[in-house]
C-alpha cells in the first residue's frame, strides 16, 4: 500500500468514526479538509508508506475521539494540523486560517512544540481544550519515539513526556493519564541516556 492510499485509509477511518459520533455534516466536511491540509507536507516530504510520522494526523484525531469521545470539529481539526516535533512538516498558521479558520489556526498556535523552554508552564497555564489536543498530539509521537532513527531523539521524547507530558496529563484527564502511564512504562528500559547502553 503506497502512502497516499495509507493517508486515504486514515482519512476514511476519520471519517467514519466522527461520522459514527453524530458529526454534523459541516463538521465532517471542516474535519475531512483539516486532515488533507495536514497530510500534504507529509505525502510531499514522507516517501516511506511505513513512516513513522506519516498518519500522525489521523492518529491524534482518532486518540481525542476513541478515547475522550471528542466531537467538536473546530478542536479536532486543529488536532490534525497540529505538530510539535518537526517544523518541516507543519502547515503555516496562515495556510490554517485561510483554510480552516481563524478559530482552528488560534487553538493550534497555543499548542507548544516540544523542547520548549516554558513547555510545562505552558501547557498547564493552557485553556482545557488546548490541552486536551496538545496531550494527544504529542502522545501518539511518544508510542513511536522508539522508531525513529535516531535514539537519543528517542530518549528525549520519553524523558520530556515522563518529567512534563504524563504531569500534565494527570492534572488534566484520567484516560488520557492512564495512557501515557502505560507508555512511559513501555519505554523506560529502553531509551538509556545518551552515552550509555541499555542495561549499563
Given at each position: 500500500?503506497?502512502a497516499k492510499d495509507r493517508?486515504?485509509?486514515?482519512?476514511?477511518?476519520?471519517?467514519?468514526?466522527?461520522?459514527?459520533?453524530?458529526?454534523?455534516?459541516?463538521?465532517?466536511?471542516?474535519?475531512?479538509?483539516?486532515?488533507?491540509?495536514?497530510?500534504?507536507?507529509?505525502?510531499?516530504?514522507?516517501?516511506?508508506?511505513?513512516?513513522?510520522?506519516?498518519?500522525?494526523?489521523?492518529?491524534?484525531?482518532?486518540?481525542?475521539?476513541?478515547?475522550?469521545?471528542?466531537?467538536?470539529?473546530?478542536?479536532?481539526?486543529?488536532?490534525?494540523?497540529?505538530?510539535?516535533?518537526?517544523?518541516?512538516?507543519?502547515?503555516?498558521?496562515?495556510?490554517?486560517?485561510?483554510?480552516?479558520?481563524?478559530?482552528?489556526?488560534?487553538?493550534?498556535?497555543?499548542?507548544?512544540?516540544?523542547?520548549?523552554?516554558?513547555?510545562?508552564?505552558?501547557?498547564?497555564?493552557?485553556?482545557?481544550?488546548?490541552?486536551?489536543?496538545?496531550?494527544?498530539?504529542?502522545?501518539?509521537?511518544?508510542?513511536?519515539?522508539?522508531?525513529?532513527?535516531?535514539?537519543?531523539?528517542?530518549?528525549?521524547?520519553?524523558?520530556?513526556?515522563?518529567?512534563?507530558?504524563?504531569?500534565?496529563?494527570?492534572?488534566?484527564?484520567?484516560?488520557?493519564?492512564?495512557?501515557?502511564?502505560?507508555?512511559?512504562?513501555?519505554?523506560?528500559?529502553?531509551?538509556?541516556?545518551?552515552?550509555?547502553?541499555?542495561?549499563?
Amino acid at each position: 500500500m503506497s502512502a497516499k492510499d495509507r493517508a486515504r485509509a486514515m482519512a476514511a477511518s476519520v471519517a467514519r468514526t466522527a461520522r459514527s459520533g453524530g458529526m454534523s455534516e459541516a463538521g465532517l466536511s471542516l474535519l475531512a479538509e483539516a486532515h488533507a491540509l495536514a497530510m500534504r507536507p507529509r505525502l510531499e516530504r514522507l516517501h516511506d508508506e511505513r513512516h513513522p510520522m506519516l498518519l500522525h494526523p489521523g492518529h491524534t484525531v482518532l486518540v481525542l475521539m476513541h478515547d475522550l469521545d471528542l466531537s467538536e470539529p473546530r478542536l479536532l481539526a486543529a488536532a490534525a494540523c497540529a505538530e510539535s516535533e518537526d517544523a518541516e512538516l507543519r502547515v503555516s498558521l496562515e495556510r490554517v486560517g485561510e483554510i480552516l479558520g481563524v478559530d482552528v489556526a488560534d487553538v493550534v498556535a497555543a499548542v507548544p512544540s516540544s523542547g520548549s523552554e516554558d513547555l510545562a508552564e505552558a501547557l498547564v497555564t493552557a485553556p482545557v481544550e488546548v490541552r486536551l489536543v496538545a496531550l494527544a498530539e504529542r502522545l501518539d509521537h511518544l508510542r513511536h519515539a522508539h522508531l525513529r532513527a535516531d535514539p537519543s531523539r528517542g530518549w528525549a521524547a520519553h524523558r520530556e513526556a515522563t518529567r512534563v507530558y504524563l504531569p500534565v496529563a494527570e492534572r488534566t484527564d484520567p484516560r488520557l493519564a492512564r495512557r501515557y502511564r502505560y507508555w512511559c512504562r513501555k519505554f523506560a528500559g529502553r531509551f538509556p541516556p545518551p552515552g550509555r547502553t541499555v542495561g549499563g
